[in-house]
């Protein structure tokens, strides 16, 4: 079993930064992959980024590069994802998950964070 749980979501004004953190506990495997996932109100969930537990591999989708870095502190135990230039379409509820396979793909996780929500106003 892996936990996740997320922190540091809140309001921000747009051009505005957020920084979130997902602190991960349990058994975890080199193979994991960590990745972030957003869901605004009425869509479905997508893919923002994601990070090898063990190796510094990183992915993004087009509409976040350049903004968005994925990190990760193994001693911490902890994953990272730095926000910046925030746009009000970047409102969401961002959730933090576990799992191994094609890492923009919901299905290839197996654990969840409860989500912490990211409010941008322009």
């Known amino acids: 079993q892996v936990q996740l749980v997320e922190s540091g979501g809140g309001l921000v004004q747009a051009g505005g930064s957020l920084r979130l953190s997902c602190a991960v506990s349990?058994?975890?495997?080199?193979?994991?992959?960590i990745g972030w996932f957003r869901q605004a109100p009425g869509k479905e969930r997508e893919f923002v980024a994601a990070?090898?537990?063990?190796?510094?591999?990183?992915y993004y989708p087009d509409f976040v590069k350049g903004r968005f870095t994925i990190s990760r502190d193994n001693a911490k135990g902890t994953v990272y994802l730095q926000m910046n230039s925030l746009k009000p379409e970047d409102t969401a509820v961002y959730y933090c998950a576990a799992g191994r396979g094609t890492y923009s793909y919901t299905g290839s996780y197996d654990y969840w964070g409860q989500g912490t929500q990211v409010t941008v106003s322009s």
């Open positions: 349990g058994r975890t495997f080199s193979s994991y992959i």
């Open positions: 990070i090898r537990w063990s190796y510094d591999d990183t």
